[in-house]
């Protein structure tokens, strides 16, 4: 079955911190990767999405993610995060012509200490 | 230009009422999609819509019904609701940018069933 993995559930920093949160999907086609973040009581906002082309892909914020094909991996990075960025960060994945359905991975908690 | 839009924001019902969230947009997308949010599970896909006047299953889509009113409306039906239904419900529209697709996400409807 096709799946999406955030294997980090939780995650704490302090403010400057760098950030790496990592998305591995199983998929067996072409893939278009995702990563929205959903701020306390709000709706889901898109920070960046991958199509084609450059593996490496810069969002808002300040944030950016790199695909890796072999590893089937899209993992997000910040250098330097804020109080801001508390949030919670989810990956998701659709499939190129399969009527973009997403499949969302389970989420990872950030809290961002001052 | 609103988005998408989601009535209610809350709502409490007893096991076994039904109830309808109205879902809209009015960016002139032609697709169309709820989802539910759980803690721990991410967002899950109930039904999604292609394009005015078809509907389809996602993953999770027992005890729910849905009507494409018309290409800005989307709404979900819980027929008799059931504990475990509580949850968060997200409406989403996409559209498609150079053959490929982006999902834009609605405010949420936070249900809860007693």
């Known amino acids: 079955a096709q799946s999406v993995s955030q294997h980090n559930h939780h995650v704490i920093l302090s403010e400057a911190a760098s950030l790496e949160l990592g998305c591995n999907y199983s998929?067996?086609?072409?893939?278009?990767l995702f990563w929205y973040v959903q701020y306390p009581g709000q709706h889901l906002q898109l920070l960046l999405k991958y199509f084609s082309g450059d593996p490496l892909v810069k969002g808002i914020k300040g944030f950016e993610a790199e695909f890796i094909k072999s590893k089937f991996s899209f993992n997000l990075r910040k250098p330097s995060v804020q109080w801001s960025d508390t949030a919670e960060y989810f990956c998701?994945?659709?499939?190129?012509?399969?009527?973009?359905?997403?499949?969302f991975g389970t989420g990872t908690q950030l809290k961002v200490e001052l | 230009n609103a988005g998408v839009t989601q009535t209610p924001k809350f709502q409490v019902l007893k096991t076994g009422q039904s109830m309808t969230l109205q879902c809209a947009q009015d960016?002139?997308?032609?697709?169309m999609y709820w989802y539910r949010q759980d803690p721990g599970m991410g967002l899950r896909l109930i039904y999604y819509s292609a394009s005015e006047g078809t509907t389809d299953k996602g993953e999770v889509p027992n005890g729910y019904n849905v009507s494409r009113l018309n290409k800005r409306e989307f709404s979900l039906r819980l027929e008799s609701a059931a504990p475990s239904q509580t949850s968060v419900y997200f409406c989403?529209?996409?559209?498609?940018?150079?053959?490929?697709?982006?999902?834009?996400f609605g405010p949420g409807t936070r249900l809860t069933v007693t």
């Open positions: 998701a994945v659709s499939l190129t012509g399969g009527g973009n359905k997403l499949t």
């Open positions: 989403a529209s996409s559209a498609r940018l150079a053959g490929r697709y982006e999902q834009y």
């Open positions: 998929y067996g086609g072409t893939v278009n």
């Open positions: 960016m002139n997308h032609n697709s």
